[in-house]
């Protein structure tokens, strides 16, 4: 953060304290409850929306959430800037520094890519996502865990599919909730990297909760939340042609829920149904992924009014 300016970047959700976590989620339950509506933080603020991938809900939920804030906004496509002509990371991050208050990215490149973006103290940074880590879509996840449940604190959680960037989040937000329980069921050779497990797995204990990973499905334990994502995680490709066939158990379905007693089902979305979950899973009743999905504009609300200092 930028002492001069009060604008906080965020790359990592090993970048927020507790204090900020907790109040990122608490803020965005209290916009998804309609608790803030007259907000308008980002009056005269201007907002710049780089998405190098494909985007629905995290591009509309920033851009309607600047908006919504009394923010303008200026959309950049993966071919509008002169980093396709060669103009470095840095250049550009200080040339739009100069013009904008934040930039929301999506890369699916490094978290280095972002870091370098942030490398400046007069833009805030917001990493939409990167090949390492979805932290915004973490957010919006323990949003709607706050607001179903009143609590993320001792909620036991069963993540099964591939370990991508929205797990690695996932990973290290629950791990700082205090009880949480986060049982990680990859396929072999898809797993969620230690670079994150490892020192989950001991925040987790630090505060009596419990991070573990295996990969398979047998046993599964008894859990408040079953959550899944696609197989094909945007911007990025299998060199095993057969790699759908190792997912294949890992697909959630009605047995998957039974095995607790009254679990709820998340996911990030887009579903593909029938692969990673069953149509009936996905539209049945238990299902919060489409709250999940509202609440990523909620949870945006809270990001950029914090980035720029505009809630205390």
């Given at each position: 953060m930028s002492a001069a300016t009060g604008r906080r970047h965020l790359i990592s959700i090993d970048d927020l304290t507790d204090a900020e976590l907790y109040?990122?989620?608490?803020?965005?339950?209290?916009?998804?409850?309609?608790?803030?509506?007259?907000?308008?933080?980002?009056?005269?603020?201007?907002?710049?929306i780089l998405f190098r991938r494909t985007s629905t809900r995290t591009r509309t939920a920033f851009s309607a959430g600047a908006l919504r804030l009394g923010g303008r906004i200026i959309g950049y496509g993966p071919d509008d800037l002169?980093?396709?002509t060669g103009e470095t990371?840095?250049?550009?991050?200080?040339?739009?520094?100069?013009?904008?208050?934040?930039?929301?990215?999506?890369?699916?490149?490094?978290?280095?890519?972002?870091?370098?973006m942030a490398d400046?103290?007069?833009?805030?940074?917001?990493?939409?996502?990167?090949a390492e880590e979805h932290p915004t879509q973490a957010l919006a996840d323990l949003?709607?865990?706050?607001?179903?449940?009143?609590?993320?604190?001792?909620?036991?959680?069963?993540?099964?599919?591939?370990?991508?960037?929205?797990?690695?989040?996932?990973?290290l937000a629950l791990s700082r909730y205090p009880g949480t329980e986060l049982h990680l069921r990859t396929p072999p050779g898809y797993g969620v990297h230690p670079r994150y497990v490892e020192p989950a797995t001991?925040?987790?204990?630090?505060?009596?909760?419990?991070?573990?990973?295996?990969?398979d499905m047998a046993d599964l334990p008894e859990?408040?939340?079953?959550?899944?994502?696609?197989?094909?995680?945007?911007?990025?490709?299998?060199p095993d042609p057969d790699w759908r066939s190792v997912f294949e158990p890992f697909r959630v379905d009605d047995a998957v829920l039974a095995a607790s007693r009254a679990p709820v089902f998340l996911h990030d979305l887009p579903a593909h149904r029938g692969e990673e979950v069953t149509a009936e899973v996905l539209d049945g009743p238990r299902s919060l992924a489409f709250r999940q999905a509202e609440n990523k504009y909620h949870s945006a609300r809270a990001v950029l009014e914090w980035c720029t200092g505009g809630n205390g």
């Open positions: 109040e990122l989620v608490r803020r965005g339950a209290e916009f998804a409850a309609g608790k803030a509506e007259d907000a308008r933080p980002l009056h005269d603020r201007v907002v710049g002169q980093e396709n990371v840095e250049d550009t991050a200080r040339v739009l520094s100069g013009m904008l208050d934040v930039l929301v990215a999506r890369t699916s490149g490094p978290e280095a890519e972002m870091r370098a400046q103290r007069r833009m805030a940074v917001i990493n939409a996502m990167s949003t709607t865990l706050q607001g179903h449940f009143g609590r993320v604190d001792g909620l036991r959680v069963l993540y099964a599919g591939e370990g991508n960037n929205t797990a690695s989040a996932l990973t001991a925040e987790a204990a630090r505060r009596g909760g419990r991070v573990e990973q295996r990969h859990v408040d939340v079953v959550y899944t994502t696609r197989w094909q995680t945007t911007g990025t490709s299998k």
